[in-house]
């Protein structure tokens, strides 16, 4: 042993790394050392095997490696919803269906179906989620034990529902939950008031004053139709981001989920204000909700990260189909084979999508930053040939081909099995709770 | 043994068994015994293994077994050119990247790729192809190698190609082939007339004459997109789908791939003559070539499959997430989320897109039936809970989950594996093939 080496936790050997860096660099037979969860070194294999004395050596050199994906918007816990209800009418679809199974949702039910939502997640390379829900305590301690990261939203809106009463309530509970996760290395808290049309005026300011004071993220459901748009002019005398707007509530770290009906003055405002948007492209098409316009986004400047809403609408948590999707719907949309290329599409579903969370470290891999990571068999028939490992993570991955998911230096998912946790025992727990919540076999 | 005890090659035990027989059956812990490649009896588990006395028994009650989907329109060697240009104006793409790459094809690139193709193919459930390429004999050898069925279309144009000189030789070579094959189980000849605008109308004519003849399928690139309506106008003072009836090319035995730019008068002559077609969204979004009418084809009666298109243009051929971006597109572009629902595009992708190929033996499982099929992992993450087997088949798989796939009782995929051929040691093959033709590290 050389005694210049350097002990490290772990040392990664990849085929290809998918940096996503500024100049989005792609390294061929190239390692990663870690040490206490963050990326130490990054380089050729042979030079990082000299330098490190690692712990653990990890032999991915058959795969691609990239930054772990980034879910700026789901529902997490609604995978026990998965398949209630499809190819209806949006209000036949919640009303009738969505929600009186919600109706008898509670913390341990929310509990297990993000522990259910997190091993999807990881299972498809997805490390980090921007969670829209009630019951924030539960989604904390099911990230917390699948070992994701995750900006947990507490849910804010004036309809009084099985977690709080009002708005002011569901504030104490998001500060409790701030308190009890300061200084947590893997989740955040921030305030989901759930749309224009569930909350007041009032609620919206409060929620902005909230998060100012804590510097936490602020996200609503925004223009995911049209419709929206006429309720707003109905009830407010504006369409829905000016009328955000003037309540303040725009700014660099407020996240729009969806994003569908915007025109270009309301995009000219998100790119003047800061604003980010969660774009979700299967579940507005599944809703027939429309085409967000991303590239029209992408071009004033506004950071728009990918989302796969939850599973009651979608119905998967699945990144990587999720970004292939976006692209081909944009190329369709716009007559424009060049729009929303394969390294845009892959900057939302990872470094922008980050930037949008306001947690610019995640979604890149970096010296010094965290080693949160997923690693793709190159070896699959459909990422053969590998003439060019962009286009492949984009266009011709489903997901399927995750081998290796890590958090902070963990390996949460491998090769089918989680090592973190204990999924097979779960399975009964998850099919339980699903066939509780929907009275139907699950 | 009870005395009534009937021996079979296998016996099958499935969780749940999606049949898309006549009334769409779904059986739940049901069974398929199978004697020499076809499906001999279809019930409970228990009555099954009283009755028969299998030489193998296929344990798959933790899986969803459905009929082995149907890729009605693909250009299977086309794999070698994966991710060779992407994101780019058709008249680019096609000049300056693929036909530079596609002279430099041989037969032995093409059985290389075809092979790579059925991997990807068997790998995401898929069990029967129709190819539209050249170097037909090298196809059947791939596909005879990997298991599959196929329709194998011998492309017809007035280019010279490196296969043949004009439109008779590739007629005749067509013949020779359909000699050869004559009386295979899985393997059938078709003709594919390469497009309007690269056949002339004499050649057209010739290959209605030569398939009217034999009783094979024909097969044409038909209004992928709108200038193709306005190029035949111009040429032949039609739009194309009237152009084809004319020129007796439409028929039950016809099957157009894409069919994007079609009016209403076009649609009902698709109806009127019994015209099946090849749908395929993912390349039809990706080149920007636009939305097929498919809700309007089916409320017309018209017979529409699923087609991936070639991997130079998708850049899968998984039918899974195909179907999944069928319906999708459906209801974004109707603006109605209850069209294209799961079990139609599940129909597509399994017994409509074997009618389509005038096969319609496959595509369900019915006893008699040949015994293809595919099964999915049903305690995968994205497929929990199971609260709809059809829902969770359509909007929550993406081809991962395919964990064993068959075609006349042999088992050609398992668990990432081929075990009929040497995937291992091919893959060397296929990167050198790709990088032979490319010119680029594959």
């Given at each position: 042993m050389p005694t210049s080496s350097i002990p490290c936790d772990v040392l990664l050997a990849a085929g290809?790394?998918?940096?996503?860096?500024e100049t989005r660099e792609v390294l061929h037979q190239a390692a990663l050392a870690i040490i206490d969860g963050r990326i130490a070194a990054m380089g050729p294999v042979a030079d990082l095997a000299e330098r490190f004395v690692p712990r653990e050596v990890l032999d991915l050199s058959r795969t691609m490696v990239l930054p772990g994906l980034i879910?700026?918007?789901?529902?997490?816990?609604m995978t026990l919803f998965?398949?209630?209800?499809?190819?209806?009418p949006l209000a036949v679809w919640l009303t009738e269906h969505i929600w009186p199974a919600e109706s008898r949702m509670d913390a341990e039910a929310v509990r297990l179906g993000t522990q259910l939502a997190c091993a999807e997640m990881l299972a498809s390379g997805t490390t980090c989620f921007f969670d829209a829900y009630l019951f924030a305590g539960a989604v904390a301690d099911a990230a917390d034990a699948a070992g994701l990261r995750a900006v947990i939203g507490q849910g804010v809106m004036e309809i009084e529902n099985p977690v709080f009463k009002n708005p002011k309530a569901a504030l104490q509970a998001a500060e409790a939950l701030a308190d009890q996760l300061d200084g947590h290395d893997r989740l955040r808290v921030g305030i989901f008031a759930h749309a224009v049309y569930t909350c007041s005026p009032q609620t919206l300011s409060r929620c902005v004053g909230f998060v100012r004071d804590r510097g936490l993220l602020l996200a609503t459901h925004a223009v995911e139709t049209a419709r929206e748009n006429d309720d707003c002019l109905n009830a407010h005398?504006?369409?829905?981001i000016p009328y955000l707007r003037d309540l303040g509530?725009?700014?660099?770290g407020t996240l729009l989920a969806h994003?569908?009906?915007?025109?270009a003055d309301d995009i000219a405002i998100l790119a003047a204000t800061g604003t980010g948007v969660a774009h979700c492209p299967k579940s507005n098409m599944k809703l027939a909700s429309g085409i967000a316009p991303v590239s029209a986004l992408r071009a004033a400047g506004v950071r728009v990260g990918l989302g796969t809403d939850g599973a009651a609408s979608?119905?998967?948590?699945n990144l990587v189909s999720e970004r292939n999707v976006a692209a081909l719907l944009q190329k369709v949309a716009t007559g424009n084979?060049?729009?929303?290329d394969a390294q845009a599409v892959l900057d939302m579903a990872t470094r922008d999508g980050a930037d949008a969370l306001g947690w610019?470290?995640?979604g890149r891999l970096t010296?010094?930053?965290?080693a949160d990571l997923c690693a793709l068999d190159l070896d699959r028939p459909n990422l053969?040939?590998?003439?060019?490992p962009v286009s492949n993570a984009v266009?011709?991955?489903?997901?399927?081909?995750?081998?290796l998911t890590m958090v902070a230096g963990r390996v949460l998912y491998r090769d089918g099995a989680?090592?973190?946790?204990d999924y097979p025992a779960l399975l009964a727990d998850f099919r339980q709770a699903a066939a509780r919540l929907t009275h139907r076999t699950a």
């Open positions: 290809t790394i998918l940096t996503q860096n879910n700026t918007h789901t529902h997490a816990a998965r398949g209630l209800c499809d190819d209806a005398g504006q369409r829905v509530f725009l700014g660099p994003g569908v009906a915007l025109d979608n119905n998967a948590l084979p060049t729009a929303l610019p470290q995640l010296v010094g930053g965290p053969t040939p590998s003439l060019n266009y011709a991955a489903n997901g399927g081909e995750v081998v989680f090592p973190e946790f």
